[in-house]
């Protein structure tokens, strides 16, 4: 059975930091990529941050580039993501996400490219 569980949201003061993390299961963690999006109320899901778990490597949305970093663990099948000078336009339940993904990442990728969610962590900055 494919599991993704996320943890680590929370409430805090803008500025502030939290790690969520994304502990898969169920799958070859290795052959897939690992996305966290975030959808905020009234607002469409957004990709936020990406990693290949082949090659580490990763990319970013403009609006978290330089706050928050992606990091994966490939032997706990472990993905992070460090946000650091949050701020309240942060706010939003915040998913991981699996797609069947082999090399160095150029993009994103869509939403309907995911196979697999998880069942997300509710983030909330305040100012």
């Known amino acids: 059975e494919v599991q993704l569980v996320e943890s680590g949201g929370g409430l805090v003061q803008a500025g502030g930091s939290l790690r969520l993390s994304c502990a898969a299961s169920g799958f070859a963690f290795d052959d897939y990529a690992i996305g966290w999006f975030r959808q905020a109320p009234g607002k469409e899901r957004e990709g936020v941050s990406s990693?290949?778990?082949?090659?580490?490597?990763?990319y970013y949305a403009d609006s978290v580039k330089g706050r928050f970093t992606i990091s994966s663990d490939n032997a706990k099948n472990t993905v992070y993501l460090q946000m650091n000078s949050l701020k309240p336009e942060d706010t939003a339940v915040y998913y991981c996400?699996?797609?069947?993904?082999?090399?160095?990442?150029?993009?994103?990728?869509?939403?309907?490219?995911?196979?697999?969610w998880g069942q997300g962590t509710q983030v909330t900055v305040t100012s």
């Open positions: 990693i290949s778990n082949s090659y580490h490597s990763t």
């Open positions: 996400a699996a797609r069947d993904f082999y090399g160095a990442l150029v993009a994103m990728g869509s939403r309907n490219e995911y196979e697999y």
